[in-house]
Structures are given as structure tokens and as C-alpha cells.
């Protein structure tokens, strides 16, 4: 379950933040402003307290989602927020000489952004991607606290339910080590092969 | 007795051989520049002289002291951190990047070495600073941060800030190299001031015309040893070796040719 | 579904006592995480093989497990080995260790961040390696550590939430018992949300005003023509 979560999480992330970097970085003051709102809300507020009001808080006003569609939709707009700056920084930091030499020899803007740019920009925002999957992975974490109880919130209940055999936590922290040790090293090696046609 | 006396010098950087032999006097008061292509090893030399970089082999003494390291019997023993700081005291570097201290106004960076270092009083280290600071030209800027300097500007603080610990040697490492053209000037007459002053100096640089109008002495380096030196008349003029000749047709001829 | 303004008024004061909570976990477990962070930064530093391995290992760790699990690990399984900690503690030893990892690296990156060529310049006046330390490094290295800093103090912010599930006396909690109470999570949990937002954003202003700051002060390394 953990790793559904993670992995759908991370595709909705990737596309609200690519889209709100978009915004962010348009002409439109109103699209900068819309952008704005999202990522300082949404970076602000814990996700634990964001994934209460879509799971608790919209199942009491009628729209009651599954565990995994919430979770998807909660840490979805909590990772894009969190994306938004990464792409943004990615995209800006490609030098416009660069576009300017894609156009000077005849590419139109479209072809310049798929073959100049966004190649370059995918290398700066890969480490950050990397580090943000393995945040995520943590934070599924959370789902299961939010996906196990009921509708009852007495604050025993939750310590009794959750109260388990010591050993369990181990487990589960070698688990997360098992799961984000190569995934870090997954990260390390993609940086280092995309990197490889950059150096002078 | 020569001020600086270089014997044996080789530098590896791991597998590639950097300096490979190079034995090297400059006495008091002369005025020593290094040419060549890059890669040479003119850089690793300077930087060996004051142990900023670290010789793999052979000795560099400066006033008559090894610098990085001192004899105990027969066998050479690494200086304390504490020897060999207070031997760059007496050396001046200049470095291309120039190198300031960001943080600190262009006054505190002449002064921090006097201070911290040679234990001069604050006041009489202000009232050196603000000297040296007339005679390269920035009497104005002492309360300014390097930032807001322009690079000729940022250089002329940084020779200042090395002479603000009176060394007996100054090394030049390529200190124009990273200005735009029309600051050169400026840092170039400090140094030629400098140098008719009687200051002892070894500079690495491109600066042909330069080195030739102040030298008494120009070495060419390729690959790691030395190729020629002598007058800067023999070595610009009537040079003895090919590759010195190569180098100055590349440097000093700028017309463009056909391919 | 709205809540009449009457429980409002009965809310507020129990979730603003519960938001002060909440800063009290965050400030406790940051002074935490700020100190050991350093020794453990230190250590990693150190020429002791062993030490730099533990200190390594740890960050790793850290890094690799979530901060709930850690919280669990240090609630839950601690007790065994003897040492039962009331959860107000061990939420800020659980946090505070936690952020600890984190602040290492960064120093770690505020150190590695200072132009070698600085030391060098400052060796090439005669200081000792020592010395170029509290003169030359590290007053430029703040300027290069205190973003991170900061965004570290909204994250750790965020975390204590995290200590609901130990039920920890902090926001969160309070705004479950006072779901569990009125059965209505929807404003509850967004009135926390708000509190949440009013804690976090001024940092988060701060921190995109102490990036601009940390830009400042290093043209000196690139040639500039005025």
C-alpha cells in the first residue's frame, strides 16, 4: 500500500508543481498570485492536518473518499506545493542564452523547451526529485495513522490501537532503511550519469 | 645567499606529475616573471613557495628557512600548522580570484593580518592600512565592502592587504588574469610601482608587455620543468629554444589566420 | 455545518493554549536539534574513524526512517530497555534528534560553501588553520547556513503534529479531542489548519528574506566591471 500511495503521489506532484511553477513564473499577475496562495498555504500547514480535513473533514460534509484516493489527493497538493519551487528553480536556472541559441538556429519556442531546456532543467531538478520521493516514502507513513482508526478521536483510543509489541517498530524502521537506502542510491547514480555530458 | 631557493621541486597530483624538477634562485630585490602555456606548472610553483600547495618532493627555502618543513638529523619533519603560518607571514600572495574577505569592509581586510597575526596594535595597523590604501589608490573606499568594488578595484586591496604584513617576497599569481581589460592598468602600475621600490617579486602571468618592461629576469615553463630563462630581451627578442618561440608566435600573435 | 460563533468562542481559547503547546515542543526540540546537530557535525569532523562512522551512520538513519517511526521507536520501545519518557519529552527528544541530522549537513554545507580560496588567502596573511576559522569561515558560513535554518524551523513546526499520534499535548490533539467531542473535523480541522499557517508563514517570509541576504557578499569572487 505504501508504495501505491508513494508512487501515485509522486506522479500528481510532479504535475500540480509543474503546472503552478508554470503559474508562478507566467505574466499573468493573477496566475502568480493563484500560485502564491497554493504554496505558502499548503507548505504552512502539516500534512497530518491536511490529510485530516480530506479524509475527516470532507467525509463529514458528504464526501467520503477511500483511504488511497485521499491520501493520493493529500499529499498530491502537499508534494506539488513543494515541487513548485524546485521546478521553478530548474527552468530559471537554464541561462535564456541558451534559448536564444536554440531560436538563432531555427527552432521554434516549443522545440527549444523539449530539446534545449527541459533536458538541462531535468538534470539541476533530478537530485531534488530524488530527495523529495524519499520524503514522500516517509510520509506515507502518515497515511496509515490516518487510514486505521475509525471515526472515534478519544486520544486513548489512539494510543491503545496504535500501542503494539515493541518489536513492531523496528521493523518498521528497518523497513523504511530497506526502502530508502536504494532509492538513495538509485539517486546518487542517476545524478552522477546525467551528469556525466555536463562537465567541462 | 638567494632570498628564495628552490631544489628538486616535483608536484603529483596523484597520478599526473605537475612540477617535474624544478631548481630555481631569485635573490633580494629581483624581479622574477614566470610565462608559459597552461598546464605548465607555473601556478603549482608559485603556490609551493609559500606551501599553500604542498611539494611532493624537493625544498623551498625562503631567508634562509625551509618553508613547510625543517631537518631533524638527516631526515625532513613537517612543520607545525603554527611554523609554518608564521612563515607566510612574511610571504605576500596575490591571487587571481583576488580573494577578499566578503564579510569585512575593505579597511578590516588590510588590517586583520596585522592584527590577528604579527600582533600589531589596532591603531597603529589602522593608520598602516590607511597608507597603504592611499598608495594604491583607494583612500575613499576603506569603509567599503569588496562587493561593491570593481574588480581592478578588489585587486588593488588584496596587494594592499599582502603588504599590510611587510613581506620580504611577494608572489603574483596571474592577478590580472581575471579582470576585464580596461581595469588591467590600474593593478598593473601598483605592481610597477611596487617593484621600483625595490620589492623582491615573483609573478606568473600573460601579461607579456608587462613582464618584459619590469622583469630582470623571465622564465618560460612547459610541462612541469623549466624550458629558458634570462633577460626579458633574450627571452622576447632572441630566444634559444623552439618551444619558447612557439609559445610567444601563439601569445603574441593575435592576427587571424586562414585555417 | 458551520459552528456557530458561540462554539467558536468556546474553541478558540483551548486550540490557542494548545498552538502555545505546540510552540513550546517546537522551540525545545530546535535548541535540541541546533546543539546536538553541532556535535554531531563535529564528530562527523573528527579524525577518530569510529566517530565520523557513528556520526555518519546516525545522519543516514535519520534520513532514511520517518520522523513518526522514530517517535514510535523512542515512545514505544525505549520503555524496555527501562527508560519511559512522559510524550511531551519524548516528542521534543524524538524531534530534537531528528532535526539534529539535518542541521549537521547543513552546517556541514555552510562550511564546504566558503570559496577555498578564502582560506587560502587567509593562510597566505599567516594564519594558522585554526584561526581562519572564527575570522574567515565561519562568519561566512552563517550567512550561508540561516536559510536552511529556518526552513528547518517551519518543517520541525509542522512535525510536532506528529506527536498527536503519542498523544502529546500539543494542536493536533486538541483539535482531535474537540472532534471526537462535536463531531465536526471539517472547520476544527481547518481553524487548526489556520493556526497552523499563522505560525509558519511569518518564517517562511523570513526565510525567503534571509535568502536574498545570503546572495549578498560574493561578488568579490567573480571579476566585475563598474
Given at each position: 500500500?505504501?508504495?501505491?500511495v508513494?508512487a501515485?503521489s509522486?506522479?500528481?506532484?510532479?504535475?500540480?508543481?509543474?503546472?503552478s511553477?508554470?503559474c508562478a513564473?507566467?505574466?499573468?499577475?493573477v496566475l502568480r498570485a493563484?500560485?502564491?496562495?497554493?504554496?505558502?498555504?499548503?507548505?504552512?500547514?502539516?500534512i497530518?492536518?491536511?490529510l485530516f480535513i480530506?479524509?475527516?473533514g470532507?467525509?463529514?460534509i458528504?464526501?467520503?473518499l477511500?483511504?488511497i484516493?485521499?491520501?493520493?489527493?493529500?499529499?498530491?497538493?502537499?508534494g506539488?506545493a513543494n515541487?513548485?519551487e524546485?521546478f521553478r528553480g530548474g527552468?530559471?536556472?537554464?541561462d535564456h542564452?541558451?534559448?536564444?541559441?536554440?531560436l538563432?538556429i531555427?527552432?521554434?519556442?516549443?522545440?527549444a523547451?523539449r530539446y534545449?531546456?527541459?533536458?538541462q532543467?531535468f538534470?539541476?531538478v533530478l537530485p531534488?526529485l530524488?530527495?523529495f520521493?524519499?520524503?514522500l516514502?516517509?510520509?506515507?507513513?502518515l497515511?496509515?495513522a490516518?487510514a486505521?482508526?475509525?471515526l472515534?478521536?478519544d486520544a486513548n483510543?489512539?494510543?491503545?490501537?496504535?500501542?503494539?509489541?515493541?518489536?513492531?517498530?523496528?521493523?518498521?524502521?528497518?523497513?523504511?532503511l530497506a526502502?530508502?537506502?536504494?532509492?538513495?542510491?538509485?539517486?546518487t547514480?542517476?545524478e552522477?550519469?546525467?551528469a556525466?555530458?555536463?562537465?567541462? | 645567499m638567494?632570498?628564495?631557493r628552490i631544489?628538486?621541486?616535483?608536484k603529483?597530483?596523484?597520478?599526473?606529475?605537475?612540477?617535474?624538477g624544478?631548481?630555481?634562485d631569485?635573490?633580494?630585490g629581483?624581479?622574477?616573471?614566470?610565462?608559459?602555456?597552461?598546464?605548465?606548472?607555473k601556478?603549482t610553483l608559485?603556490?609551493?613557495i609559500n606551501y599553500i600547495?604542498?611539494p611532493?618532493?624537493?625544498?623551498?627555502?625562503?631567508?634562509?628557512s625551509l618553508?613547510?618543513?625543517?631537518?631533524?638529523g638527516?631526515?625532513?619533519?613537517a612543520l607545525?600548522?603554527?611554523?609554518?603560518?608564521?612563515?607566510r607571514a612574511?610571504?605576500?600572495m596575490?591571487?587571481?580570484?583576488?580573494?577578499?574577505f566578503?564579510?569585512?569592509?575593505?579597511l578590516?581586510n588590510i588590517?586583520?593580518?596585522p592584527?590577528?597575526?604579527l600582533k600589531v596594535?589596532p591603531?597603529?595597523?589602522r593608520?598602516r592600512a590607511?597608507?597603504?590604501?592611499r598608495?594604491?589608490?583607494l583612500?575613499?573606499k576603506?569603509?567599503?565592502y569588496?562587493?561593491?568594488?570593481?574588480?581592478g578595484?578588489?585587486?588593488?586591496?588584496?596587494i594592499?592587504?599582502a603588504l599590510?604584513?611587510?613581506?620580504?617576497?611577494?608572489?603574483f599569481?596571474?592577478?590580472?588574469?581575471a579582470l576585464d581589460?580596461?581595469?588591467?592598468?590600474e593593478?598593473?602600475a601598483?605592481?610597477?610601482?611596487?617593484a621600483?621600490?625595490?620589492m623582491?617579486?615573483?609573478?606568473v602571468?600573460?601579461?607579456?608587455q608587462?613582464?618584459?618592461d619590469i622583469?630582470?629576469?623571465?622564465?618560460?615553463?612547459?610541462?612541469g620543468?623549466?624550458?629558458e630563462?634570462?633577460?626579458?630581451?633574450q627571452i622576447?627578442h632572441?630566444p634559444?629554444h623552439e618551444?619558447?618561440?612557439a609559445f610567444?608566435?601563439?601569445?603574441?600573435?593575435?592576427?587571424?589566420?586562414?585555417? | 455545518?458551520?459552528?456557530s460563533?458561540s462554539l467558536i468562542a468556546?474553541?478558540?481559547?483551548?486550540?490557542?493554549?494548545?498552538a502555545?503547546?505546540?510552540?513550546?515542543m517546537?522551540a525545545?526540540?530546535y535548541?535540541?536539534?541546533v546543539?546536538?546537530?553541532?556535535?554531531?557535525a563535529?564528530g562527523?569532523?573528527?579524525?577518530h574513524r569510529?566517530?565520523s562512522k557513528?556520526?555518519?551512520v546516525y545522519?543516514?538513519?535519520?534520513?532514511?526512517?520517518?520522523?513518526?517511526?522514530?517517535?514510535?521507536?523512542?515512545?514505544?520501545v525505549?520503555p524496555?530497555?527501562g527508560?519511559?519518557l512522559p510524550?511531551f519529552t519524548?516528542?521534543?527528544i524524538?524531534?530534537?534528534l531528528h532535526y539534529?541530522?539535518?542541521?549537521?549537513?547543513?552546517?556541514r554545507?555552510?562550511?564546504?560553501g566558503v570559496?577555498?580560496?578564502?582560506?587560502?588567502a587567509a593562510?597566505?596573511i599567516?594564519?594558522?588553520r585554526?584561526?581562519?576559522?572564527?575570522?574567515?569561515v565561519?562568519?561566512?558560513?552563517?550567512?550561508i547556513i540561516?536559510?536552511?535554518?529556518v526552513?528547518s524551523?517551519?518543517?520541525?513546526?509542522?512535525?510536532t503534529s506528529?506527536?498527536?499520534l503519542?498523544?502529546?499535548?500539543?494542536?493536533m490533539?486538541r483539535?482531535?479531542?474537540?472532534?471526537?467531542?462535536y463531531?465536526?473535523?471539517m472547520?476544527?480541522?481547518i481553524?487548526?489548519g489556520i493556526?497552523?499557517?499563522m505560525?509558519?508563514?511569518?518564517?517562511?517570509?523570513?526565510?525567503?528574506?534571509?535568502?536574498r541576504f545570503?546572495?549578498?557578499?560574493?561578488?568579490s569572487?567573480?571579476?566585475v566591471?563598474r
Open positions: 500500500m505504501t508504495v501505491i508513494t501515485g509522486f506522479v500528481v506532484s510532479i504535475v500540480l508543481g509543474i503546472i511553477a508554470g513564473t507566467s505574466r499573468s499577475p493563484i500560485s502564491y496562495a497554493y504554496v505558502e498555504v499548503f507548505r504552512a500547514v502539516p497530518l492536518t491536511q480530506i479524509y475527516f470532507l467525509g463529514s458528504g464526501i467520503k477511500n483511504p484516493p485521499a491520501a493520493l489527493v493529500g499529499f498530491g497538493l502537499n506539488g515541487l513548485t524546485v527552468i530559471g536556472a537554464i542564452g541558451q534559448t536564444e541559441a536554440a538563432s531555427g527552432m521554434n519556442p516549443l522545440m523547451l534545449i531546456v527541459l533536458p532543467a538534470r539541476i531534488s530524488t530527495n520521493a524519499i520524503g516514502l516517509k510520509d506515507t507513513s497515511a496509515s490516518v486505521a482508526p475509525e472515534s478521536f483510543t489512539l494510543v491503545e490501537r496504535t500501542f503494539q509489541s515493541p518489536e513492531i517498530y523496528i521493523l518498521l524502521a528497518l523497513f523504511y526502502m530508502s537506502l536504494p532509492l538513495s542510491a538509485l539517486a547514480s542517476l552522477r550519469r546525467s556525466r555530458g555536463h562537465r567541462a | 638567494p632570498l628564495v631544489r628538486g621541486l616535483h603529483r597530483f596523484g597520478a599526473v606529475e605537475v612540477l617535474r624544478i631548481d630555481l631569485v635573490h633580494a629581483e624581479k622574477v616573471s614566470i610565462i608559459g602555456p597552461s598546464g605548465s606548472g601556478t608559485l603556490r609551493c600547495g604542498q611532493s618532493e624537493g625544498h623551498v627555502t625562503v631567508n634562509g618553508i613547510g618543513e625543517k631537518s631533524v638527516d631526515r625532513f619533519v607545525s600548522d603554527r611554523s609554518l603560518a608564521r612563515q612574511g610571504i605576500g596575490v591571487f587571481q580570484r583576488f580573494n577578499l566578503p564579510h569585512l569592509t575593505v578590516r588590517e586583520l593580518g592584527v590577528k597575526v596594535a591603531a597603529e595597523a593608520e590607511l597608507t597603504l590604501l598608495k594604491v589608490g583612500a575613499d576603506a569603509a567599503a569588496p562587493e561593491m568594488l570593481s574588480g578595484q578588489q585587486q588593488r586591496v588584496a594592499a592587504r599590510a604584513m611587510q613581506p620580504k617576497l611577494m608572489l599569481d596571474e592577478a590580472t588574469s581589460p580596461e581595469l588591467v592598468g593593478v598593473l601598483v605592481i610597477a610601482q611596487l621600483s621600490e625595490g623582491t617579486m615573483i609573478l602571468t600573460h601579461e607579456m608587462f613582464a618584459e622583469s630582470d629576469r623571465v622564465i618560460f615553463m612547459d610541462h620543468k623549466i624550458v630563462q634570462g633577460p626579458p630581451d622576447f632572441a634559444t618551444r619558447t618561440r610567444l608566435r601563439a601569445v603574441l600573435d593575435r592576427r587571424a589566420k586562414p585555417l | 455545518m458551520m459552528p460563533w468556546v474553541w478558540l481559547p483551548l486550540l490557542v493554549v494548545a502555545v503547546q505546540t510552540l513550546k517546537a525545545f526540540s535548541v535540541l536539534g546543539i546536538a546537530g553541532l556535535v554531531i563535529i562527523q569532523m573528527s579524525e569510529l566517530l557513528a556520526c555518519r545522519i543516514e538513519f535519520i534520513r532514511a526512517t520517518p520522523i513518526l517511526t522514530q517517535l514510535f521507536l523512542i515512545y514505544f525505549l524496555s530497555v527508560l519511559a510524550e519524548a516528542a521534543v524524538a524531534l530534537g539534529a541530522a539535518y542541521m549537521a549537513e547543513t552546517y554545507s555552510g562550511i564546504a570559496p577555498v580560496g578564502q582560506r587560502e593562510q597566505a599567516g594564519m594558522t585554526t584561526e581562519t576559522l572564527p575570522y574567515i565561519l562568519p561566512q558560513s552563517i550567512r540561516l536559510p536552511p535554518m526552513n524551523a517551519i518543517s520541525l513546526l509542522k512535525d506528529v506527536a498527536s503519542i498523544a502529546a499535548p500539543e494542536l490533539l483539535a482531535n479531542d474537540l472532534t471526537s467531542e463531531y465536526m473535523p472547520p476544527l480541522y481553524i487548526a493556526f497552523y499557517f505560525m509558519a508563514y511569518p518564517l517562511s517570509l523570513w526565510a525567503r528574506h534571509l535568502e545570503a546572495r549578498r557578499g560574493y561578488a569572487a567573480h571579476s566591471s
